[in-house]
């Protein structure tokens, strides 16, 4: 067994012959690892995950998870991995423990069994409380918890998490991470998730993966990639109209000056101590800082230096919105 | 850790699971059910009640009786068109809630939950498989119902009439479903929009409902029309249920009935199968 649970080579799909929605990437996820693929809406996550849990086929290249490849040996794939899908897709209509019971089935695991796994799962997610009502009842927390552990039904080596925390708010939220990393402890699996949101990455994942426009820009550990980024960011705005960028340039640690929607922005090391360096410099120019702030670098940095932009919505497919906002609405309810 | 579950698994392990699961939707919502029961009784007391279509014969004095008979029976092969209409209704409530089992996996796959089961090990067919089964039972419980009710409102049996007969409606009830759920599921297979799929159902529904002997022979419709029927799976499956119930049997167009619904129902599951290996999995 190589220690790359999940590898992809290659790995492409392209739609009705001319939108390529994942342009060949290629990663590894490594045993025990909780490996998150980050980007905008539309960059190809989704795709991703959905060529990895067998439900897409690769139009290119291959991909194998556990040692199984996801084309050929799609039976075997479906068998080691355990899927929460960005919506909710319990029945509202059964109640908790019926939910899991027809995940057990669907991987044929016999009653005495599940029926076992489903009351140790709902313990573990604290839904014993309600398992006999109807999922109807539940509150967007609940409901994620409740797909968390159908998820796990299977016992999985592998459990892919698509938006986990989609629509949820805040405090549910971070409520859900540590159901998340308690799950994995107990269960000693590798996790891959997908998330737009940041700080879910930074505060969950292992290594992250920035993917954008299908493609991967680049992979690394949070901390790796906050470092890589070469210490802390000024930003500030002057008065005057001058441009100023090569003589910030100049002053000492600064390593970058970009100008962006009329302010700079300046990667330099030791921030606290170069701030009062370049308002000074500036001030010898006769130039007045109006703002200044000084921030330690967040993955919305690293992110926004490798892609240029901040997250940004994009258009998507009516059933995807569709589907999503009634992940939203009930995460809600 | 090392357990795995794939002992367990056969081809068709899931089947059950998927069918309950759209069964308990319906059984456990009391009104829905209702409904599905009281459409059927409307449609007997308007149809078969109010425009009773024997009365042109029977209620006009100019025909003298026998003949207004005679001429009932060379029509519909009863005196009594309430009985005829009645068991039309078996062929219609079929009709529609095959009908509505395309719209099941039009609303799993927009809810996600349809990718959910794609990325189990359950077998591509038993997906679409379970729908049909579903639907079918649905069908053959509603049509059960529906009789039973025909016979409450005044059905009367023909003479050739054994309870052994009841299985054989069953049998052809069976074979329509499996036939008629598979083609509904076929074209929504790919649908990703209910109102798409509804408008292309409705198309479908109303001409297998018209262009059959459903509500009037055959044999007085335009020739193209009476194509069509002859065609129409509903046409066989209706004189299948008359013949047995209320009709004195023909045993060699009864045999035909039975072989045309047999051919229609493994040849639309095939489809409905193959065409699920092939969309299911993009």
Redesign the interface.
């Given at each position: 067994m190589s220690e790359d649970v999940i590898k992809a080579e290659g790995l492409t799909k392209v739609f009705n012959g001319n939108m390529t929605a994942v342009d060949h990437v290629d990663f590894s996820v490594k045993r025990g690892e909780i490996f998150g693929f980050i980007g905008p809406n539309g960059a190809g996550k989704t795709t991703t995950i959905n060529m990895l849990i067998t439900i897409l086929k690769p139009t290119e290249g291959k991909a194998l998870v556990f040692g199984y490849n996801v084309l050929k040996q799609a039976s075997e794939v479906r068998n080691v991995i355990g899927v929460v899908p960005q919506e909710y897709t319990a029945d509202e209509d059964l109640t908790g423990v019926e939910n899991i019971i027809l995940c057990a089935d669907l991987y044929g695991i016999p009653r005495h069994v599940s029926k076992e796994r489903a009351i140790e799962l709902l313990e573990l997610v604290e839904l014993t409380a309600f398992k006999d009502k109807k999922v109807m009842t539940y509150s967007g927390g609940m409901r994620r918890r409740l797909e968390l552990a159908c998820g796990l039904i299977n016992r999985p080596k592998v459990l892919f998490l698509d938006e986990p925390t989609l629509g949820l708010d805040v405090q549910t939220r971070s409520a859900t991470w540590n159901y998340i990393k308690l799950l994995k402890k107990n269960f000693d699996m590798t996790l891959f998730m997908t998330t737009h949101y940041l700080e879910e990455a930074d505060a969950l994942c292992d290594r992250i993966a920035i993917i954008d426009h299908g493609k991967i820009i680049v992979v690394g550990q949070p901390e790796e990639l906050k470092r890589g980024l070469g210490g802390d960011i000024i930003t500030l705005a002057i008065k005057d109209e001058a441009d100023v960028t090569s003589l910030v340039e100049k002053i000492e640690n600064v390593k970058e000056v970009k100008k962006e929607n009329g302010a700079y922005r300046i990667k330099t090391e030791k921030g606290e101590l170069t701030a009062p360096l370049i308002i000074e410099a500036l001030r010898e120019e006769g130039h007045v800082v109006t703002k200044l702030s000084l921030t330690e670098p967040t993955l919305n940095d690293v992110y926004l230096e490798y892609t240029g932009k901040s997250m940004r919505d994009t258009e998507e497919s009516r059933e995807h919105v569709f589907a999503q906002r009634m992940t939203m609405r009930r995460a809600r309810g | 850790?090392s357990?795995?579950?794939?002992n367990?698994?056969?081809r068709l392990?899931?089947i059950?699971?998927?069918t309950n699961?759209e069964l308990?939707?319906w059984y456990?919502?009391p009104i829905p059910l209702l409904l599905s029961i009281i459409q059927p009784v409307i449609w007997m007391g308007l149809f078969g009640k109010a425009m009773n279509l024997g009365a042109i014969f029977t209620g006009n004095a100019q025909i003298p009786p026998q003949i207004a008979q005679q001429l009932m029976f060379q029509t519909f092969k009863t005196d009594d068109y309430f009985s005829y209409m009645a068991l039309g209704m078996v062929s219609f409530v079929v009709l529609f809630t095959t009908m509505f089992s395309g719209m099941s996996i039009v609303w799993d796959?927009?809810?996600?939950?349809l990718?959910?089961?794609?990325?189990?090990?359950?077998s591509r067919g038993v997906i679409v498989f379970s729908k049909v089964l579903s639907a079918t039972f649905r069908s053959m419980i509603q049509a059960g119902i529906v009789i039973v009710l025909a016979l409450a409102f005044g059905m009367k049996f023909g003479a050739t009439f054994s309870p052994i007969n009841i299985l054989g409606v069953f049998a052809a009830i069976f074979l329509i479903c499996l036939g008629l759920s598979s083609l509904f599921l076929a074209i929504a297979i790919r649908s990703?929009?209910m109102e798409t799929h509804m408008a292309v159902a409705n198309l479908l529904t109303l001409p297998l409902m018209f262009a059959s002997n459903t509500f009037f022979p055959v044999s007085l419709m335009p020739d193209w029309i009476q194509i069509v029927a002859k065609i129409n799976p509903v046409t066989y499956t209706t004189d299948a249920v008359r013949q047995l119930l209320i009709y004195t049997i023909d045993g060699t167009q009864l045999l035909i009935d039975f072989t045309y619904l047999g051919v229609f129902a493994a040849v639309f599951t095939t489809m409905g199968i193959v065409l699920s290996w092939r969309y299911l999995?993009?």
């Amino acid at each position: 067994m190589s220690e790359d649970v999940i590898k992809a080579e290659g790995l492409t799909k392209v739609f009705n012959g001319n939108m390529t929605a994942v342009d060949h990437v290629d990663f590894s996820v490594k045993r025990g690892e909780i490996f998150g693929f980050i980007g905008p809406n539309g960059a190809g996550k989704t795709t991703t995950i959905n060529m990895l849990i067998t439900i897409l086929k690769p139009t290119e290249g291959k991909a194998l998870v556990f040692g199984y490849n996801v084309l050929k040996q799609a039976s075997e794939v479906r068998n080691v991995i355990g899927v929460v899908p960005q919506e909710y897709t319990a029945d509202e209509d059964l109640t908790g423990v019926e939910n899991i019971i027809l995940c057990a089935d669907l991987y044929g695991i016999p009653r005495h069994v599940s029926k076992e796994r489903a009351i140790e799962l709902l313990e573990l997610v604290e839904l014993t409380a309600f398992k006999d009502k109807k999922v109807m009842t539940y509150s967007g927390g609940m409901r994620r918890r409740l797909e968390l552990a159908c998820g796990l039904i299977n016992r999985p080596k592998v459990l892919f998490l698509d938006e986990p925390t989609l629509g949820l708010d805040v405090q549910t939220r971070s409520a859900t991470w540590n159901y998340i990393k308690l799950l994995k402890k107990n269960f000693d699996m590798t996790l891959f998730m997908t998330t737009h949101y940041l700080e879910e990455a930074d505060a969950l994942c292992d290594r992250i993966a920035i993917i954008d426009h299908g493609k991967i820009i680049v992979v690394g550990q949070p901390e790796e990639l906050k470092r890589g980024l070469g210490g802390d960011i000024i930003t500030l705005a002057i008065k005057d109209e001058a441009d100023v960028t090569s003589l910030v340039e100049k002053i000492e640690n600064v390593k970058e000056v970009k100008k962006e929607n009329g302010a700079y922005r300046i990667k330099t090391e030791k921030g606290e101590l170069t701030a009062p360096l370049i308002i000074e410099a500036l001030r010898e120019e006769g130039h007045v800082v109006t703002k200044l702030s000084l921030t330690e670098p967040t993955l919305n940095d690293v992110y926004l230096e490798y892609t240029g932009k901040s997250m940004r919505d994009t258009e998507e497919s009516r059933e995807h919105v569709f589907a999503q906002r009634m992940t939203m609405r009930r995460a809600r309810g | 850790m090392s357990e795995t579950n794939s002992n367990s698994q056969s081809r068709l392990h899931g089947i059950w699971a998927l069918t309950n699961r759209e069964l308990k939707k319906w059984y456990k919502e009391p009104i829905p059910l209702l409904l599905s029961i009281i459409q059927p009784v409307i449609w007997m007391g308007l149809f078969g009640k109010a425009m009773n279509l024997g009365a042109i014969f029977t209620g006009n004095a100019q025909i003298p009786p026998q003949i207004a008979q005679q001429l009932m029976f060379q029509t519909f092969k009863t005196d009594d068109y309430f009985s005829y209409m009645a068991l039309g209704m078996v062929s219609f409530v079929v009709l529609f809630t095959t009908m509505f089992s395309g719209m099941s996996i039009v609303w799993d796959r927009r809810l996600g939950f349809l990718n959910k089961v794609l990325s189990t090990p359950v077998s591509r067919g038993v997906i679409v498989f379970s729908k049909v089964l579903s639907a079918t039972f649905r069908s053959m419980i509603q049509a059960g119902i529906v009789i039973v009710l025909a016979l409450a409102f005044g059905m009367k049996f023909g003479a050739t009439f054994s309870p052994i007969n009841i299985l054989g409606v069953f049998a052809a009830i069976f074979l329509i479903c499996l036939g008629l759920s598979s083609l509904f599921l076929a074209i929504a297979i790919r649908s990703t929009r209910m109102e798409t799929h509804m408008a292309v159902a409705n198309l479908l529904t109303l001409p297998l409902m018209f262009a059959s002997n459903t509500f009037f022979p055959v044999s007085l419709m335009p020739d193209w029309i009476q194509i069509v029927a002859k065609i129409n799976p509903v046409t066989y499956t209706t004189d299948a249920v008359r013949q047995l119930l209320i009709y004195t049997i023909d045993g060699t167009q009864l045999l035909i009935d039975f072989t045309y619904l047999g051919v229609f129902a493994a040849v639309f599951t095939t489809m409905g199968i193959v065409l699920s290996w092939r969309y299911l999995s993009k």
